[in-house]
Each structure stands twice: as structure tokens, then as C-alpha cells.
């Protein structure tokens, strides 16, 4: 059995990103005094909080597609894969809250290795039903 270690410490280190992410979100409402539960009064807490949000509605696609890409390809390549995802989440948070119009950079880049990783492991999984039939 593939023991995945490299794809198991990407998942990881996306989490930690994501975390960190939360954790700004908590630095701005500070800084802003907007406090909880209120989401809005202040355009930088809202970016972050925005930022925050998005990652999360994109990390499930992502991580299907890195651990499905692992075990139907290749664990370091699908690791590196996700390495360049989480550059483009840090590119794309750093761009958002300073002017949401640099998010598209960051956002490409992810969504990029998302696509590589979620159509290339379903590509993998059809081949392998068409030519193996398991």
C-alpha cells in the first residue's frame, strides 16, 4: 500500500493555511471593532472574511481532487500539485484584502491545480473502468 505521506503533509499544510486565514479574520475584527457576529462595517474585515469563506468553499474540491489524483497517478505529483494551490490561496488573500481587483492571479493559479487534479484523476478512473474493467 502507497502510504500518500507527501499528499498527507500538503493536506495538512492547506489546512494551516486556512487557519491562518481564519486567524486573520480575527486580527481585523479586532483592528476594525466591528465585533461578533456582525459581518460587515468594515471593507478590510470583509475582505478577509471573504477570502476566508471562498478558500473553504473551494477545499473540498481541492482535496478530492489532490488525494483522488494521488491515488490514481502519482503522490508526489499530486503533492506538488498542491503546493502550487496553496501559493495561489496565499497569493489570492494577500491580493483580495489589499485591492480585491489582484485576487484574479492567485485565483487562476489555484484553480488551475484544481482542475489538473480533479479532471486528471477522473480521466485516470475512466481509463482504468474502459482498459482494466475494475
Keep these: 500500500m502507497q502510504p500518500h505521506s507527501y499528499v498527507a503533509l500538503v493536506t495538512i499544510a492547506a489546512l494551516l493555511v486556512y487557519i491562518w486565514m481564519g486567524v486573520r479574520v480575527g486580527q481585523a475584527r479586532a483592528k476594525s471593532g ?7 462595517g468594515d471593507p478590510i474585515l470583509e475582505r478577509h472574511i471573504r477570502v476566508h469563506y471562498n478558500t473553504l468553499e473551494w477545499l473540498p474540491i481541492f482535496l478530492a481532487g489532490l488525494w ?20 495561489g490561496r496565499i497569493i489570492y488573500a494577500l491580493g483580495y484584502v489589499a485591492d480585491p481587483k489582484k485576487r484574479e492571479a492567485g485565483f ?5 491545480a484544481t482542475a489538473i487534479l ?17
Excluded: K
Aim: no cysteine; net charge neutral; hydrophobic share 75%.
Design 108 to 112: 487562476m493559479i489555484q484553480l488551475a
Design 68 to 87: 483522488l489524483f494521488a491515488i490514481y497517478w502519482n503522490d508526489l505529483f499530486a503533492a506538488g500539485l498542491g503546493l502550487v494551490w496553496i501559493v
Design 118 to 134: 480533479l479532471f486528471g484523476a477522473l480521466g485516470r478512473i475512466v481509463w482504468t473502468l474502459a482498459v482494466v474493467g475494475a
Design 34 to 40: 466591528v465585533a461578533a457576529p456582525a459581518m460587515t
